[in-house]
């Protein structure tokens, strides 16, 4: 931990890589391990657009009770002390981004300004014609869950129907779908971009909660890495990103990131830096 927060005080330009484990003490599930969200929908099934527009035709309340799941956690879940402690080493100048393939906006409620979403964020909605986007917030969301068992869509695929729940693009009346990126599409280049812009111009990178096995999101660290930046890991468990780690701090990310704020906060680590 002090190594860790010599590191920080000494770097001039430090950023985060965060995955699902750093959203877990919100109580939003990760994805992979037991009581995961693949564990319960598997991958297969749920995690591709092909995969749920069959789903949809056999057995679309299982695709319901699914979405209800992700938007409830998603709905419930509050920042936790590593999300506050991102956004206040942001303050501090420290932090200059976070590279995030989470889909929820735990890090901006967290305080951070500069997220970057590889794998985009479940309270926007693209057009699949134009690609305009469309904020719709907790609120938006809401609905959606409202609406989920009013919609009986039995009859319509699963894109239609998706596009009933949310509703039509307004710059060009084309359809609407969730603005994240399911198995086998493509990164949203902007984002893609920065994260890689990002990643190779640090020389420090904190890698929190991820199991850095889904890429390309997972070459994110080994650019930085190759470009010269000391990697911090902090994670419950060995990762395939561990043997690149300068630093492990091995723990849950938010008591974990909690203290090692209080300590870089503390006045004797000040004059360290
Ligand atoms: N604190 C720190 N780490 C944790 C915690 C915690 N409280 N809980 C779990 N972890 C770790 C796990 O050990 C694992 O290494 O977080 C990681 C979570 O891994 P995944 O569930 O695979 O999540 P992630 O790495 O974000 O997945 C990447 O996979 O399915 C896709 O698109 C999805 O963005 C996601 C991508």
Redesign the pocket.
Known sequence: MDQVVRGLLRAKKAVAFT???IS??SGIP????EG?V?DKYP?SRF?NLLGLSWEWLVNPGRVKDFIKDVLEAFLQAQPNPAHLALGRLEALRILKSVIT??IDNLHEKGGCHKVIKI?GSLDRARCSRCGALRLMGDQGLREIVQNLEMRKGRRVGFLKWLGYLLGECESCGGRMRPDIVFFYEALPMDAWSQAMAEAQSCDLMLVI??????YP?AQIPFLAKRAGAEIVE????V?PLSRIATYRIEG???ETMGKLFSLLESKNFREWG
């Open positions: 995955g699902a484990g877990a003490e990760t994805f992979r391990g995961g693949w991958p995690g393939q989470n794998h909660g991820t199991s850095g096995i889904v999101a902090i994670n419950q468990d990762s849950p990310a938010g």
